[in-house]
């Protein structure tokens, strides 16, 4: 009993309608006070609200189970995305009930607002949609779902706390990878900006005659065919098969830069995760190095099924180092793990001239034996602040350093091509899209 008692003052809240009520209460006793002809007036008044408190309480609580709530989440999240959450909420009561929602979000996300207010039918059905973003690998933990209830009268709310503590990975991007996954086998990857590469030189090996289907380039129709059937056909070709694409992401301390919330390092890391599943798809050979003062993880190139899972699985747990990379170690580790030529793609940021010119003869034994494509991202804030228009002398100063920033880093795209390096500057938010265009460009052009 005495649980019970405890229980019920612990989830029963008043309402701003009750204390409207004992107000207008306390106003006519003063009435009262002053004019005693209204003396039985505040008494009624007070009597039933009283009596209508009572009756809301036996509303909410004559029913042990009169709200029922679940959250519905997905077994990991997705980082850098919007990850859906759904609460299911059943009202079991036999009247319309009010009901709010908080749900005890990971502490990560620094929300206080997430509060949903929705009105049920009796023994109605709804569910609650919402989005969440991480914006960092790891476990978040989320608590418990608390659901407040009350009745058409609207004294009192009941609380009812709903056990859903639960732990949640935050994994790479994989719901960015199944998107492209999925646009690649419905051939619709110029949608996200991937841009549809004409095919150079004789690498195309004669497999089939095939009809015409829509998409299909009509440069390689095949008129005597066609002639003999009626119908349209084409002549199929099979691409250059199991070539090595390996993603080395440079962990060091100039990748722990933000932008959107994001690091550097988690930009690279969702753009590793997609390309290499866009070169499975393919049918060419993933594999994976992470480098910064220390060798970090290594996968072999293998195009295997289980060979994305375990891709994710190792990106997952990566973290930044605060500390400069090896390169030399870097060119070690290709050296002894590339066993034939391979299409490097290196994910790092290279903020100055003389920062490329430690690493330039390291970049240049490796694309003797290899394709090096290099990966470093635009300053988007300094670019913005070089195209700002100045108004006074610390403008100015500030303007000038900012351009003088980013043509650094267009003079560092000239050394490496004048190398022979190829390599791509692009802002954090087109990284997946620019890295995925180049890789289709050097395979149309046979470069790997």
């Excluded at 509303?59 to 990850?83: C, H």
């Excluded at 502490?107 to 991480?134: A, E, G, N, S």
């Excluded at 659901?147 to 990975?169: C, E, G, M």
């Excluded at 100055?352 to 394709?371: E, N, V």
Aim: aromatic residues 12%; contains cysteine.
């Amino acid at each position: 009993m005495k649980a019970f008692f405890s229980n019920f003052y612990k989830n029963l809240f008043l309402s701003r309608r009750l204390f409207a009520g004992l107000g207008v209460a306390v106003f006519l006793f003063l009435l009262a006070f002053f004019f005693p002809w209204l003396s039985i007036l505040p008494y009624a008044f007070f009597v039933v609200l009283i009596a209508i408190l009572l009756a809301d309480i036996i509303l909410l609580y004559r029913q042990k189970d009169g709200i029922v709530a679940l959250r519905q989440a997905p077994e990991r999240l997705s980082n850098g995305d919007e990850n859906e959450i759904n609460i299911k909420v059943e009202n079991r009561y036999a009247f319309k009930a009010g009901v709010g929602i908080i749900d005890e979000i990971p502490f990560q996300f620094q929300k206080r607002d997430v509060w949903f207010d929705i009105k049920l039918d009796p023994r109605q059905q709804q569910k609650v949609t919402y989005h969440l973003r991480p914006t960092k690998r790891g476990e978040y933990e989320f608590g418990d779902l608390q659901v407040y209830v009350h009745s058409f009268l609207n004294l009192v709310s009941r609380r009812y706390v709903f056990k859903q503590a639960q732990t949640l990975p935050v994994y790479p991007s994989f719901l960015q990878m199944r998107k492209y996954e999925l646009m690649a086998i419905s051939n619709r990857l110029s949608e996200v900006g991937i841009k549809r590469i004409r095919r150079l030189g004789n690498s195309m090996e004669f497999e089939q005659i095939k009809n015409y289907v829509q998409g299909d380039d009509y440069r390689t129709i095949n008129w005597k065919a066609t002639a003999r059937t009626g119908d349209f056909m084409v002549n199929s070709y099979i691409e250059e098969k199991s070539q090595h694409v390996y993603c080395v992401i440079d962990k060091s301390r100039v990748m722990k830069m933000p932008f959107e919330g994001l690091s550097l390092l988690d930009y690279a890391i969702n753009a590793s995760l997609v390309l290499s599943s866009v070169a499975m798809y393919k049918q060419d050979k993933a594999g994976l190095i992470t480098i910064s003062d220390k060798r970090g993880a290594v996968i072999p190139a293998d195009n295997r099924p289980t060979q994305l899972n375990k891709i994710m699985e190792v990106l997952y747990r990566e973290k930044t180092r605060y500390m400069e990379t090896n390169i030399e170690l870097l060119y070690n580790t290709i050296r002894n793990t590339l066993k034939q030529r391979s299409l490097v793609v290196y994910f790092t940021n290279i903020e100055s001239l003389s920062a490329l010119r430690r690493q330039l003869p390291f970049f240049k034994q490796i694309a003797r034996f290899h394709k090096l494509l290099v990966v470093f991202f635009e300053n988007t804030e300094l670019k913005s602040l070089g195209e700002q228009a100045a108004t006074d002398v610390e403008n100015i100063y500030i303007k000038t350093i900012a351009e003088k920033f980013v043509y650094e880093k267009k003079l560092i795209v000239k050394e490496l091509s004048a190398q022979g390096i190829q390599s791509i500057l692009t802002a954090p938010q087109n990284l997946t899209v620019n890295t995925i265009n180049t890789y289709f460009q050097l395979k149309a052009s046979q470069k790997i």
